[in-house]
Each structure stands twice: as structure tokens, then as C-alpha cells.
């Protein structure tokens, strides 16, 4: 901790120019809603080299006071009213705009890549549980596909040789009843973790000065202590940890030496910079020296995403685990903290490294993550998944991709085998929806595909498809995709849906909500209550997500 006493008499606007060029986020950042905002807020930079600087904010044009500051480097601050500073919000989440509407005559094609990451749901939950309002979630930190997909649906698995079972029903749009809504449910088979492949894991660990919290390291340290539950004799475990250097703290110990595994985990302290894309290269020199061929061979990264020594660029870090996931190391990205948390490294790591990205925020969320769901997470069954949906103008004549806006992809990247798309675990569902424009007569259209040219086909004509769902994967070990393609028509249609589907629409309302969507239409909190009420919600998951919509139906 340092103590300085600052003056300063700046206008606002040249105060807010000096902290933008200076890559420092600017003073309109918001804290949660427990925050006084009439104290002021200062930020400490903490740059290598460098005398911190101390930003005061202005009032009418001029700084209101003086000082006498002391706060941690490189963090927001505001003062409480003990004048003691505490640490402000400066969140990083991505950008996303949100799906609008699509004509079905002149964009017949629907094309994404599949996600079973969680971590926008338990990240928002704790916003929420933190007594953030509607207005103080960022709207980025809003993923509708990871909220839906953070739940269980009572799906069918796979049959045959297929490794997806696929679930389809279409019913009434809750929030919009003269539209309909599309439910789309992908599941893989089931496996126990201690029938998975040999393991060879390497746990990456962010012991930086900023994971010092209750709620970083020491909640790192006892989410790895429950994974060590499961590990046998056919599992090796490494561990490196970063800071302002690189260190190897244990090299291929033998799962079942779990005293040695636990004793490294729990003797690992924070402190210092972040030198995340050293510890990154690290822990993949341990994993490729380590291979196992036909392994489960992982890197698992547990951080806050803020790295500050080294290289940082994204791009940079993305060109280094794109390589290595190309030998067959994936990367798992679990995320902890708050205030200088970074959504959208944490997940871009995730995506680049053909791995699922996770955010924890309590040890029960690291029990689901890391026990009851850990061959899901930890064996990868289909890998650069891509689904696309060919629609039927004779019934519909509008649709809306609900979330997945981050996984887009070009029509054409659906047969590109050379393009990246996700990967789908062992006992993971990927679920979809769409919401539907009915078709209300003949759409006319010069394109030339399944079921339109210039006019209808006669096989749309005669056809009672709503849509033909075509899935691309490729085996983990293998470089060629396989196509699979499902016609799902009226019969799928169902005027009484059923509570997977009535609980998912639920959902996707209350993302909707959050980001305060433009088509939401009658949907409301009060309104999901309501749907929520028409169903049991037989698992406390379900029942959690309920108390969290009642915080806002007021």
C-alpha cells in the first residue's frame, strides 16, 4: 500500500482524455449497486516503471478537494464512508449485438457453432446475489446460449453409431404468442470419468497479487482439491503456477498420490505481476512432454484473465494455444473473481484452445463443474462442431437465433473443414432455440436450395419439414468431418410443450430481459414466474434459477 496526497485542477473533459489515452478505463465504470456513488473514485496505475498516478474525479470542470489517498496499485477504487478505498468494477466483457429477424426467402440458412460453456450464467448470478440492478449488468456479460446451457434437460442419447441424439419440439412463443418457438436439443453419451482414456492434466494456476481474495486462490485451491477426489493411478497431474515469473510447482505426480497433489495445491500463495502467457507456455511444455497418445491430455486454467507482464495481446495468445491445441492439448478456462475479472479473455482462451470455459463463483458451482459434470468437461467426443438450419418457407417465414451471437459463422465455413468450431464433451447437451414467424402463404424466391427457387419446390410443397438440421463434426482424433442431417417437420409441433422446453423458453426470457432485448415483446419477470409455476422444478439448479428471477419481480 502506498500513501500520496495528489492535487489536481482539470477540466472533466481533459481528465477523461488522460485516462483513455492511457488505456485506463473511464470514470463512467459502475459499481454494484452497493456502491455510494456520491464518493469519489480514483484509479492507482500500477505500470511497470512507472510513478502511480492518481486520477481524481471533477466537479463542475474542477477537482473538488484534496486527498489523502491510499489504495492498491492498478485498481479501481472508491472510498467508503470511512474514506477507506476499496476496489471498483472494471470488467471486460465483449461487445455483443444481439440476432435480429432473418427472412426466410432471401436467408434460408442458419449456420453456428456449437457452445456448451456456462460461464455467463454463474458470472451473472453472482451479479445478481451481489444485489447488482438490471441497469448494472453489462450487457456483454449476457450470453443466452450459456444460460440455456447450463442446465440439465431430460434429453434421449444417442442411437446407432451417431454420437448426438437429437431432441426437437415446436410450440407457442411464451413471450409472443403469435409467434412460435423452435426447441433444439443435441445430447452426447454419458461416460464415467473413471472410464475416460488415460489423463495426463496440467493444472495452470494465476497466483498474481490479484487473486488474493476470498473468492480467487483460495477458492482455486479447494475446486482442485474436489477433482483430486477422482483421480486414479491411470491420471498424471502437473502444476504451474504464474505471477510475475513462471514457476513448476509439481511435474506428472500419479493420481493417486493425492497427499502429494493436495499438499502442492494447498501450499500455493498469491503475489505479484501476471505473466499469463509465460505460465500458458509452461504448462503446455509440461503437457506435450507429458503426452499420452489416445489420452485425455489438458491444460486447465484457473485465473481472473488479467495478465499484465509479457505478452497480452490477444492475438498473441491466441496464435500460441491455437498450435497447441492442434497437437491434441485442449484448454479449459476457469474463471474466478470480480472488479478486474476479464470475461472476454476467458473466453476467447476457451475458444481457441478447443476447450469449454466455466466461471465459479462458490465451491457448490466448482462441484458441479469439476465433480458431477468433470468427464463432460474434461473429454472432448466431437470436436469443431457446426449445426446448420435450412428452413422451410411454406411454414415459416422469419426466424431469430436466440444467443450464440459470438458463434457465427459464414454458410459457407460449414464445409470448411479448415474452420474452427466447438467441441462437445462426454454427457453434454447443446441446446437451441429459435424464435419463429409462421409462414402465412407462399414465399417467393430466386435462391436456389432444398426447398425454394424462384417459387416453392414440390418437395417444399409436399413436404411437412419445418427445417432440416444438418450437424458437421469431426472425431478428436481426426481432421475430416462427418455430416449428419435430420428433417424436423409438423409432427414435431405440439400444442401442450413440455417442461424442458417451457423452463429453456424461460430462460431465454430472462436473458432477453437482462439485455434489455427489442424483442421481448409481452415478456416481463412477472411472466416468467408465472410459466415457471405451470412446471416442478426437480433439481435445485432449477430451483436456484427461480430465486434469482423473484430478486427482480418486483
Known amino acids: 500500500m502506498r500513501r500520496k496526497t495528489v492535487l489536481r485542477s482539470v477540466t472533466a473533459s481533459m481528465a477523461l482524455l488522460s485516462l483513455t489515452a492511457c488505456g485506463i478505463p473511464s470514470l463512467s465504470q459502475t459499481a454494484p449497486a452497493t456502491v455510494p456513488n456520491e464518493y469519489p473514485q480514483v484509479y492507482v496505475d500500477a505500470a511497470p516503471d512507472v510513478e502511480p498516478a ?79 440492478s438490471v441497469d448494472q449488468i453489462p450487457e456483454g456479460a449476457v450470453r443466452a446460449e450459456e444460460m440455456i446451457n447450463y442446465f440439465h434437460y431430460d434429453y434421449k442419447g444417442p442411437e446407432g453409431d451417431d454420437p448426438f441424439g437429437i431432441n426437437a419440439q415446436i410450440s407457442d412463443c411464451p413471450w409472443n404468442k403469435e409467434h412460435k418457438l423452435l426447441h433444439l436439443g443435441l445430447q452426447t453419451e454419458a461416460i464415467d470419468f473413471s472410464e475416460t482414456p488415460d489423463s495426463n492434466i496440467v493444472f495452470l494456476v494465476d497466483v498474481s497479487g490479484s487473486m488474493s481474495d476470498d473468492n480467487k486462490l483460495p477458492l482455486v485451491k479447494e475446486s482442485f482439491n474436489l477433482l483430486v477426489d477422482n483421480l486414479t493411478e491411470k491420471d498424471t497431474v502437473s502444476i504451474v503456477t504464474y505471477a510475475s515469473g513462471v514457476n513448476v510447482v509439481l511435474d506428472s505426480a500419479n493420481g493417486n498420490d493425492k497427499d502429494k497433489i493436495r499438499q502442492a495445491i494447498n501450499g500455493l500463495r498469491a503475489g505479484g505481476g501476471t505473466n499469463g502467457a509465460g505460465g500458458i507456455e509452461e504448462a503446455y511444455k509440461i503437457a506435450e512432454k507429458n503426452f499420452i497418445e489416445d489420452g485425455n491430455n489438458r491444460v486447465i486454467i484457473a485465473s481472473d ?82 449445426l446448420q438450419i435450412e428452413f422451410n418457407p411454406k411454414y415459416v417465414a422469419e426466424y431469430r437465433l436466440i444467443g450464440y451471437e459470438n458463434r457465427s459463422l ?122 415457471l409455476n405451470t412446471i416442478p422444478l426437480n433439481d435445485e439448479y432449477r430451483r436456484e434459477f427461480a430465486t434469482l428471477v423473484d430478486k427482480y419481480n418486483n
Do not use: C
Open 54 to 132: 492518481y486520477y481524481e474525479p471533477v466537479e463542475n470542470g474542477m477537482v473538488a478537494s484534496t486527498y489523502e489517498l491510499e489504495a492498491e496499485e492498478g485498481l479501481w477504487m472508491y472510498p467508503d464512508e470511512n474514506e477507506d478505498y476499496i476496489q471498483m468494477n472494471t470488467e471486460e466483457y465483449s461487445k455483443i449485438v444481439e440476432n435480429i429477424f432473418k427472412d426466410v426467402a432471401t436467408s434460408p440458412l442458419s449456420t453456428f457453432s456449437a457452445d456448451v460453456d456456462t460461464a455467463s450464467y454463474s458470472n451473472l448470478r453472482r451479479m445478481i446475489n451481489m444485489g447488482y
Open 410 to 531: 459464414n454458410n459457407e465455413d460449414f464445409n470448411d473443414d479448415k474452420k474452427d468450431a466447438g467441441e462437445i464433451g462426454a454427457g453434454h447437451s447443446v441446446t437451441v432455440l429459435y424464435e419463429i414467424v409462421p409462414a402465412t402463404e407462399e414465399n417467393d424466391s430466386a435462391i436456389d436450395l432444398k426447398y425454394q427457387d424462384n417459387k416453392l419446390t414440390d418437395e417444399a410443397l409436399n413436404s411437412n419439414d419445418w427445417l432440416t438440421l444438418s450437424i458437421r463434426y469431426k472425431e478428436p482424433d481426426k481432421d475430416e468431418s462427418k455430416l449428419l442431417e435430420y428433417q424436423i417437420g409438423a409432427d414435431y409441433y405440439t400444442d401442450k410443450p413440455s417442461d424442458d422446453f417451457i423452463f429453456s423458453a424461460a430462460v431465454a426470457e430472462y436473458a432477453m430481459l437482462l439485455r434489455k432485448s427489442d424483442f421481448i415483446a409481452d415478456g416481463s419477470f412477472a411472466h416468467i414466474v408465472e410459466e
Open 305 to 386: 484473465g488479467d495478465f499484465n507482464i509479457g505478452k497480452t495481446s490477444q492475438s498473441d495468445l491466441s496464435s500460441q494455444i491455437k498450435e497447441n491445441a492442434k497437437k491434441g492439448v485442449y484448454l479449459s478456462v476457469l474463471g474466478f473473481g470480480m472488479y478486474n475479472y476479464s470475461d472476454t479473455r476467458m473466453e476467447t482462451l476457451a475458444d481457441d484452445g478447443n476447450g469449454n470455459y466455466a466461471y465459479i463463483d462458490t465451491l457448490h458451482e466448482a462441484k458441479k463443474v469439476l465433480v458431477s459434470e468433470l468427464s463432460a468437461n474434461m473429454l472432448t467426443v466431437a470436436k469443431d462442431v457446426k
